[in-house]
């Protein structure tokens, strides 16, 4: 097992920048099966190899209740890395199905990590480890702003007080080509997603928006990251009034007018 310096010195500068992990942290990684967390528990397990000090790591599988999500091929890649692995089912298709047919990931997503924050607490890990990568984070911040009118992503790392969970997503940095292109040190494939859903959402519309943005301007991401820091000098309409502004202004613009 082995991963070229550059991706860990990518997995460290995430880490050490965003306060991600600390010694003896007990981390738990969301296993999809997909190549981005694939490749993150990968590089985790070799990041826990060369460490300067020592943490867990563990990972969980989500069933989502969609089909077969070759738990035994996950489970044989984990026992090659020597990370203890489970798998926890769940009725999240049904609730989705149910619940909101028309927007399924928004809800699958909440539900995915209330379920592995639960696992977390239930076996004793403090940290929750997610496989967002770079173009994830640039996409969201495009959705927030198409679908939701808000311009905000997910943070790197972030706490959950409730659970006193750390949240972390230590791929911030890794371009999605990147993650796919070192999945060959890992020696696996990603499984395949039985979600009826996959490609076609909400988020697989923004992602070809941005491939054909890119073909006009390839500084298209290094923008938009830019933008999502804290600090950058924003100019933005007004907040919008309230009914009783609104009206206390017509009384006012009306005074004057009379006037």
Same mark, same amino acid.
């Given at each position: 097992?082995?991963?070229?310096?550059?991706?860990?010195?990518?997995?460290?500068?995430?880490?050490?920048? !965003?306060?991600?992990?600390?010694?003896?942290?007990?981390?738990?990684?969301? #296993?999809?099966?997909g190549?981005?967390?694939m !490749?993150?528990?990968?590089?985790?397990?070799?990041?826990?190899?060369?460490?300067? !000090?020592? !943490?867990?790591?563990?990972?969980?599988?989500?069933?989502? *209740?969609?089909?077969?999500?070759?738990?035994?091929?996950?489970?044989?890649?984990?026992?090659?890395?020597?990370?203890?692995y489970?798998?926890?089912k769940?009725?999240?298709?049904?609730?989705?199905?149910?619940?909101?047919?028309?927007?399924?990931?928004?809800?699958?997503?909440?539900?995915?990590? *209330?379920?592995l924050?639960?696992?977390?607490?239930?076996?004793?890990?403090?940290v #929750?480890? #997610?496989?967002?990568?770079?173009?994830?984070?640039?996409?969201?911040?495009l959705?927030?702003l198409?679908?939701?009118?808000?311009?905000?992503?997910?943070?790197?790392?972030?706490?959950?007080?409730?659970?006193?969970?750390?949240?972390?997503?230590?791929?911030?940095?890794?371009?999605?080509?990147?993650?796919?292109?070192?999945?060959?040190?890992?020696?696996?494939?990603?499984?395949?997603?039985?979600?009826?859903?996959?490609?076609?959402?909400?988020?697989?519309?923004?992602?070809?928006?941005?491939?054909?943005?890119?073909?006009?301007?390839p500084?298209?991401?290094?923008? #938009?990251?830019?933008?999502?820091?804290?600090?950058?000098?924003?100019?933005?309409?007004?907040?919008?009034?309230?009914?009783?502004?609104m009206?206390?202004?017509?009384?006012?613009?009306?005074?004057?007018?009379?006037?």
């Amino acid at each position: 097992m082995n991963l070229p310096k550059q991706y860990l010195r990518k997995m460290w500068r995430a880490i050490m920048e !965003f306060g991600m992990l600390f010694p003896h942290d007990k981390v738990m990684v969301g #296993l999809s099966g997909g190549k981005d967390s694939m !490749f993150l528990l990968y590089s985790l397990k070799m990041m826990q190899i060369h460490s300067p !000090f020592p !943490f867990s790591l563990a990972a969980t599988t989500i069933d989502l *209740g969609y089909g077969d999500i070759q738990a035994d091929y996950l489970k044989d890649y984990c026992a090659r890395l020597e990370v203890p692995y489970t798998v926890e089912k769940t009725a999240i298709a049904e609730v989705v199905k149910e619940t909101s047919p028309d927007n399924p990931c928004n809800r699958c997503a909440y539900h995915r990590r *209330g379920v592995l924050v639960t696992v977390c607490n239930r076996e004793g890990y403090n940290v #929750l480890a #997610l496989a967002h990568h770079q173009d994830d984070a640039v996409e969201t911040f495009l959705l927030s702003l198409f679908y939701s009118g808000q311009l905000k992503t997910f943070a790197p790392c972030s706490l959950l007080d409730r659970n006193d969970i750390r949240v972390i997503r230590p791929l911030v940095y890794f371009t999605e080509a990147e993650v796919k292109g070192a999945m060959k040190y890992t020696e696996a494939v990603a499984v395949k997603n039985p979600c009826p859903y996959a490609g076609n959402t909400q988020r697989e519309r923004v992602k070809e928006f941005l491939k054909e943005l890119v073909k006009e301007n390839p500084n298209v991401y290094t923008h #938009l990251l830019s933008a999502m820091r804290e600090g950058k000098n924003i100019e933005l309409w007004p907040q919008k009034p309230s009914k009783e502004e609104m009206h206390e202004r017509y009384r006012t613009f009306m005074g004057n007018v009379d006037k």
